[in-house]
């Protein structure tokens, strides 16, 4: 089901009873679902509902976006179902620095971390870190510009950045020292189980800092063996901020230390499954099955 079908192709009918009882459906062309008959739910990158090529007032719009938006809502947190993984965790551990806090108490180790938008305390972290610091958003990399979607990079600040610091104040973002990788690792958590892949990115000069630069198709991926202490850290904070599945990325440094950088809890994982074999599909279904 596609939630930008929502209300303008889907429909929705909820009717809540005392003692807690709720029954209702979804109907449409190609749907009919009786509420009560959902055991699992797969929360895979919902979208706003929409109202394609329906004309209506700008402030309308916007309240009928709103009105069904929290329709939704509602009924997520009224259903008593299996998720992967429940919305209100996925909405609390995509905030990069809760996800770097919970990691870090469960022993992870993190690069040096700054999140700021005090130009003097970033001045200092730099002149702190020996290995040079780099910088990403706070939480999300998507930049609409003209109508045109970018994503901004994890990047190098370079010395030259100092001069322009004053600009830093507009918007907080996440200052971390430089790991030197071997390589990055990115780990799928799927219940209990975990996938680790190498991702050779320090091959490429475009993708040492962040591999999804260019998106380069020659970047070699293999499966990897993690350490049992560090996968089972990716299963406990998978249970931690109450999920289901993730996406984590972590570094591997020139002296075999795994670093924490941060967890994805609606990554994207279909790449992993046809570079390297790793049946993640099956996995998922079976865990959706199973509750």
């Known amino acids: 089901m596609n939630t930008e079908d929502f209300p ?11 003692n807690n009882f709720i029954r209702g459906t979804f109907l449409s062309d190609t749907i009919n ?8 739910i797969w929360y895979r990158r919902p979208s706003l509902p929409a109202f394609d090529d329906v ?28 998720w992967v993984s429940d919305p209100f965790n996925i909405r609390k551990a995509e905030n990069k620095s809760f996800q770097l806090h919970q990691a870090s108490g469960i022993g992870f180790l993190i690069p ?20 040079g610091i780099i910088i990403k958003p706070v939480r ?20 030259s950045d100092m001069e322009h610091l004053d600009m830093a104040l507009m918007a907080p973002s996440i200052y971390q020292e430089k790991i030197p990788k071997r390589y990055d ?28 630069r260019g998106e380069n198709p020659d970047i070699p991926h293999k499966r990897h063996e993690l350490p049992s202490d560090i996968g089972e850290k990716c299963v406990r904070l998978n249970k931690m901020l109450g999920l289901q599945f993730s996406a984590i990325d972590l570094a591997l440094d020139a002296d075999g230390q795994y670093y924490f950088l ?10 992993i499954e046809e570079r390297t074999g790793y049946e993640l599909t099956r996995h998922l279904v079976d865990l959706l099955c199973q509750n």
């Not at 069904?68 to 009924?75: C, F, I, K, W």
């Not at 990399?141 to 990047?155: A, D, P, S, V, Y």
């Open 8 to 18: 303008q192709c889907l429909k929705l009918s909820l009717n809540i009873r005392n």
């Open 33 to 40: 679902l009786p509420l009560e008959d959902i055991r699992s």
């Open 55 to 82: 004309e209506m007032d700008p402030g309308v719009r916007e309240f009928c976006t709103k009105e069904s938006y929290y329709a939704l809502e509602g009924l997520w947190a009224s259903l008593d179902v299996f």
């Open 112 to 131: 040096r971390t700054l999140i700021s938008n005090n130009p003097q305390e970033i001045k200092g972290f730099f002149e702190q870190c020996e290995n």
């Open 140 to 159: 999300t990399g998507i930049l609409q510009i003209n109508e045109e979607e970018k994503i901004i990079f994890t990047n190098v600040v370079k010395p």
């Open 185 to 212: 690792i990115k780990v799928t958590v799927i219940g209990e189980k975990v996938f680790a892949t190498e991702i050779h990115s320090q091959q490429f000069e475009e993708a040492k800092i962040d591999w999804r």
């Open 262 to 271: 941060e967890i994805n809890p609606n990554g994207q994982w279909a790449w």
